[in-house]
């Protein structure tokens, strides 16, 4: 049985760099960098427009790229344990269709839970393991007791928050970093 369950965006998939692409085309700015997860926060930019962007990536079906290692270490959970993994995304409902067909890429079987919102992530996890890149997700499982690894991003540096780390939440470089810790993730 696996033991680790994915966030999706900038996880297992990487969205920000056509994402950033097209907040330069579209309104001329770089968002690249940026340190707040919420790019409304840092920017001139409405909550519609940064939606508005994001649906035209979610629309790149075959042109997102995968995180480096994120193919090879879903490959071998389900090579190990011959069940799905399980994606638990914060994606709009209205993006499921194109959510699946994303996922069919990774040619492994898998599940999708979709939610309405980010902080509603822990009533879905039913396993040890989590791996997910906004910070104020990841602390919040971490702090229930989920062993919770963080692909670094410039928006979730540690040191923004210092001291308030829980020992569960592990930031790591790249997917590839789990690799040798498969035992860890199949029961
Ligand atoms: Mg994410």
Redesign the pocket.
């Known amino acids: 049985m696996i033991n680790i369950e994915f ?5 297992l998939v990487e ?1 920000m760099k056509p994402f950033e692409k097209i907040m330069l085309r579209e309104y001329g700015l770089d968002v690249s960098g940026s340190t707040q997860y919420d790019l409304a926060d840092e920017f001139d930019l409405s909550f519609d427009k940064i939606m508005k962007g994001f649906a035209e990536v979610y629309d790149m079906i075959e042109e997102i790229e995968f995180m480096p290692g994120a193919e090879e270490l879903l490959h071998n959970l389900y090579a190990r344990s011959d069940d799905p993994v399980h994606i638990i ?2 994606r709009p409902i209205e993006f499921a269709e194109h959510t699946f067909r994303l996922m069919e890429r990774f040619n492994v079987p898998f599940t999708i839970s979709m939610l309405d919102y980010h902080y509603d992530k822990h009533n879905y996890i039913r396993k040890e393991y989590f791996v ?3 910070r104020r ?1 990841a602390i919040d499982l971490a702090n229930r007791g989920i062993k919770v690894f963080m692909p670094k991003h410039s928006y979730n540096k540690l040191t923004q928050t210092p001291g308030c780390w829980p020992e569960n939440l592990n930031p790591i470089d790249s997917l590839e970093e789990l690799m040798p810790y498969l035992h860890l993730f199949v029961k």
Not at 7 to 11: E, G, I, P, Q, R
């Open positions: 966030d999706l965006d900038s996880t969205i995304t914060s997910e890149d906004r997700t």
